[in-house]
């Protein structure tokens, strides 16, 4: 024989196989761990990628709401600008309307004299039939 006894040999084949149950066993934690860190990477490497693009998108939201409001303060001011010159062509606009409604009132005036002076006229003027007719019988 070997010096092997039949106990040793077992021992020593219960030790191989348990070393290698180990390291399968070991070899499948590690990929499982390393499959689980893969995991974790890709998922903070989403992460950091989503969040690059927020950050992209809110720059591009800022820059919009500030083109959004020079565009607006441009809009107001043009609106105040038109509103200052609607005021002031309405503010001509009622002063011509007095102008014109003075001119009104002084040709009624002018016309309500030729009115009485066309009346008296008439008036004479029938007087002066009466009289005419009075002297001719």
């Known amino acids: 024989m070997n010096g092997s006894t039949p106990a040793a ?14 390291r399968a066993v070991t070899s499948i934690l590690s ?6 860190l893969l ?9 950091a990628f989503g969040g690059y693009v927020l950050w992209k998108q809110i720059q591009q939201q800022s820059v919009t709401v500030a083109q959004m409001e020079q565009q607006l303060n ?4 043009n609106l ?3 509103d ?12 011509q ?3 014109q409604l003075s ?28 009289d005419s007719a009075g002297k001719r019988r």
């Open 9 to 22: 040999l077992n021992v020593k084949r219960s030790i191989d196989r348990q070393r290698k149950e180990q």
């Open 31 to 36: 990929g499982v761990g390393l499959g689980l």
């Open 97 to 99: 309307l007095a102008k």
């Open 84 to 95: 200052a010159e609607l005021a002031s062509g309405l503010e001509s606009a009622g002063a």
């Open 39 to 47: 995991i974790i990477v890709g998922c903070a490497s989403l992460s």
């Open 103 to 130: 001119s009104l009132e002084q040709m009624r005036s002018q016309v309500s004299r030729h009115d009485k002076d066309v009346a008296t006229l008439k008036q004479r003027l029938s007087m002066v039939e009466g």
């Open 74 to 77: 441009q809009d107001l001011a």
């Open 80 to 82: 105040q600008a038109r």
